[in-house]
């Protein structure tokens, strides 16, 4: 029960490494919110993590819904303690000219803005209570990139960047702030990352740069965040914390 009566806000938590998250959080004891726009598929896994899990439709880009998450969280569990930035989104893998500025627009909307959103909407928070833990998926495109993927991995690298000076100016009130980086992952993104058809031929391309020769799982990532998370790593901040299979090596 490493996180027991913590309070958290997981974005993205309809799916993926958000879900994971959500339910290895509530395992650790931590009450959890769940924000996404799918908020159907939100009140499911929120079901699965018990009674103390709330379901909250939100869009990460847009402030006033970050505002009322943050809100409505503080209002159910009467306070909040760590938040985990993990909602995101890609253009599909090619040509960087084939993506349009709706699309760019979209990718820096979800990935980087969102982060701005809920650190004002949570700082303040956090600076009265003297603690908080903010954890911002980012990802090893931020750090290795990959080609085609241009757009995309110039956000994730504002997300690392970006996580590494939170963690700079927030230390002195007891926020923490670190960046997880998976390498590709089994998600709903993974065809937009690769570019082509999830077949067993087309993921060994991508499995050959990966030492330990697989893609990351909803698992790995949901791990790593409950110890980034815990008082086990009370002394870390400011890292980009590669979940890769050394890749980035």
Known sequence: MR?????????????GFGAEIARQFALEGAKVALADVNEAGAQKVAAECGDEAIAVRCDVSRRDDVDALVRRTVD?????????????????????????????DKVYAINVKSIFHMTHAVVPLMRKQKHGVILNVGSTAGIRPRPGLTWYNSSKGAVNLMSKSLAVELGPDNIRVNAICPVMGETGLLESFMGMPDT???????????????????????????YLASDEAEFISGVEFPVDGARTV
């Open 76 to 104: 159910r569990f009467g306070g909040l303690d760590i938040v985990v930035n993990n909602a995101g989104w890609t253009h599909k893998n090619g040509p960087l000219l084939d993506v349009d500025e709706a699309t760019f």
């Open 200 to 226: 067993p031929e087309n993921r060994k391309k991508f499995l050959a740069t990966i030492p330990l020769g697989r893609l990351s799982r909803p698992i790995d990532i949901a791990r790593a965040a409950v």
């Open 3 to 15: 996180l027991k009566n913590r309070v958290a806000i997981v974005t993205g938590a309809a799916s």
